[in-house]
RNA sequence: GGCCCGUUGGUGAAGCGGUCAACACACAUGCCUUUCACGCAUGCAUUCAUGGGUUCAAAUCCCGUACGGGUCACCA
């Protein structure tokens, strides 16, 4: 019995050729340079800073280069798949303001002309795949069982052996193709193996993009290809999918690293140009245990890119972050170029670092400074935006009072110092809400004074000056001097060096009645700027908030 | 266990054979200041996992050891 025979056996209703499936999805248009990436997840957990970080560099190259980046669900384990999987990543992906050019955009809608872009609608592409390998002797059906395959693996530990379906060991090599289609007639369940031409004792050599050249043994195991429920594996998939989708670049985490053997093999037998590989190194925590370990899908949560978008750090923070991590070398070109966008980085293979530790206080750092160049207009757009998903109280007062929460947004913004204290967008609620009056009337008050707490001399103190001094109409100096004029009437001192060289002579000092006044008007013992926050209230909310005194 | 990758301060790291081992974050102290947040200044690895070798000279090259990580599935 001849191959072709057997093939036709196994696949009687494929009909196509891969050339048929070449002229079908033809050569990307593109020039030269132009880089064709992709995100390949599959929808088995939570996306995780990890994860995110090679779909932003993925998506990030061709970008730059006028490429094409797009969205490959891999889907072929439905054991492990998770409900709501490929909503979750495409959440993910969006909240971290990555777009891709083609692929999945929700679980039931794709774009782009080389789809499907989800693995389990692309059987019949694999079909017409494996019916060439059988007839080409590259791969054979196994009929091995599990426990079988269990058994021969122990006997190979025991006996001290490299484990694994090779050589003599992969015994439905040995079948002969009138045996093989008995068993498949008799409806035995099988998967199709590579018939491996690899010598573990000859050496490959390969250019990873990140590590510089690798040399490993050939691969000779006898892999399998496809499962017995006809749905590919990993590495197969890999082979067909990223060959008709012209993928150039192929990055993803160190840990596959030690496949590429395998891929190189898979490549050589279908004569395909093998794609150039970039193994990223795994973004670690460090666990209760105090070691370092990669983060996981199932177990950090934590970690979870959602949960990063839910507090409120920007989507550009987050990418910066990512940068930073990406390429050791990117702080110093940001400082040098404050004021680029990002895209300009010239990005490098050879600047990827190894295994960075996640480290959130220096996002927290970028996400602040990344926060604080924002114009009032930009920030108070994310801010309506972040706040239409995850607060809705605060998405109802931006989107009332447009003005004034610009103005309040704007506090020591436009300077060539800003203001950096909101990490996150939910950190504006946390240190702004006593700007809203909505806020404000519904917080249980708890006045922070400092050094004066006699609440007769406060009131006193207060009133006196929103009655005889405080005008809105002031300039910030005009105001100042105001406010040294009230401390002088009742005794502080005007200048704090003064205080501290006679304190005896003092009641206080101007620290001690700009407090007051701060207190007495916001609770909060720690503002930004009182004239600003005075004049943007208006006298008719300071007036109500003098009365709760 | 086999096979790979890696190891510079609390963290990310620069350095690629030849001055005191950049820089950023964090931390500490001080200055500035009406509070805070900024900003500024100073401090923080006698040493580059470790042992040996090559060299006039090594964090930088070679070998061994230890440690960390990854991978050896009909998971990706």
């Not at 490929?86 to 083609?102: A, K, R, T």
């Not at 600047?351 to 207009?377: A, C, Q, W």
């Not at 000092?509 to 005075?534: G, N």
Request: charged share 30%; net charge neutral; proline share 4%.
């Amino acid at each position: 019995m001849t191959n072709k025979e057997l093939a036709e056996l196994m696949y009687p209703n494929v009909t196509m050729t891969i050339k048929d499936l070449e002229e079908k999805f033809p050569k990307r248009a593109l020039k030269e340079g132009a880089i064709v990436s992709r995100y390949a997840p599959s929808p088995t957990g939570f996306v995780h800073m990890g994860n995110m970080l090679s779909c932003f560099i993925e998506s990030f190259l061709p970008k730059q280069t006028g490429g094409v980046f797009f969205l490959r669900i891999e889907d072929t384990d439905q054991k492990r798949e998770v409900k709501g999987g490929i909503e979750n990543i495409i959440n993910s992906i969006n909240s971290l303001g990555i777009e891709y050019d083609e692929g999945v955009v929700s679980g039931d809608e794709q774009k782009g002309a080389y789809g499907p872009y989800i693995q389990s609608q692309r059987r019949e592409i694999y079909d017409v795949f494996a019916k060439y390998m059988i007839e080409n002797d590259i791969a054979y059906p196994c009929f091995c069982r599990e426990e079988e395959l269990e058994e021969t693996r122990k006997f190979q530990r025991n006996n001290k052996l490299r484990i694994g379906y090779y050589a003599k060991y992969a015994r439905c090599r040995f079948l002969k193709n009138e045996e093989r289609a008995e068993k498949i007639k008799q409806g035995l369940p099988y998967t199709i193996r590579l018939k491996s031409t690899g010598n573990f004792n000859h050496k490959v050599k390969f250019k990873d993009l990140v590590k510089g050249e690798v040399v490993f043994p050939e691969n000779d195991q006898d892999i399998v290809l496809i499962k017995s429920d006809g749905i590919p594996v990993y590495h197969f998939a890999h082979l067909v999918d990223d060959h008709l989708m012209h993928t150039t670049h192929v990055l993803r985490g160190e840990d596959w690293l030690s496949s590429v053997p395998i891929h190189i093999e898979l490549f050589k037998r279908f004569n395909f140009e093998q794609p150039k590989y970039a193994h990223l190194g795994l973004v670690m925590i460090v666990d209760e245990n105090g070691t370092k370990r990669k983060i996981s899908k199932r177990k950090d949560q934590d970690f979870t890119v959602l949960n990063y978008a839910k507090v409120g750090f920007p989507s550009g923070a987050l990418q910066e972050y990512l940068m930073t991590i990406a390429n050791t070398n990117f702080e110093g070109w940001r400082s040098a170029n404050p004021d680029k966008p990002l895209i300009d980085f010239p990005f490098s293979f050879s600047k990827v670092g190894s295994n960075p530790l996640f480290d959130y206080s220096k996002l927290v750092n970028i996400s602040k400074n990344y926060i604080s160049k924002m114009d009032k207009e930009t920030l108070y757009n994310e801010l309506v935006n972040w706040s239409s998903k995850y607060d809705l109280e605060l998405n109802d007062i931006l989107v009332n009072n447009k003005d004034y929460s610009l103005a309040v947004l704007n506090i020591e913004r436009e300077k060539k110092k800003p203001r950096k204290d909101y990490v996150t967008y939910s950190d504006i609620k946390k240190y702004s809400w006593y700007m809203f009056n909505d806020l404000f009337n519904k917080e249980k008050k708890e006045y922070e004074w400092q050094s004066v707490t006699d609440l007769d001399e406060i009131r006193n103190i207060v009133k006196t000056y929103f009655t005889k001094y405080y005008d809105i109409g002031d300039d910030h100096d005009t105001w100042f001097d105001k406010l040294k004029l009230l401390a002088k009437e009742f005794s502080y001192a005007e200048e704090v060096k003064d205080y501290k060289e006679n304190p005896s002579k003092y009641k206080g000092s101007i620290t001690d009645i700009a407090t007051i006044i701060r207190v007495a008007i916001t609770t909060k013992s720690q503002t930004p700027d009182l004239y600003e926050i005075l004049h943007i209230l208006g006298i008719d909310t300071i007036n109500e908030r003098i009365n709760l005194l």
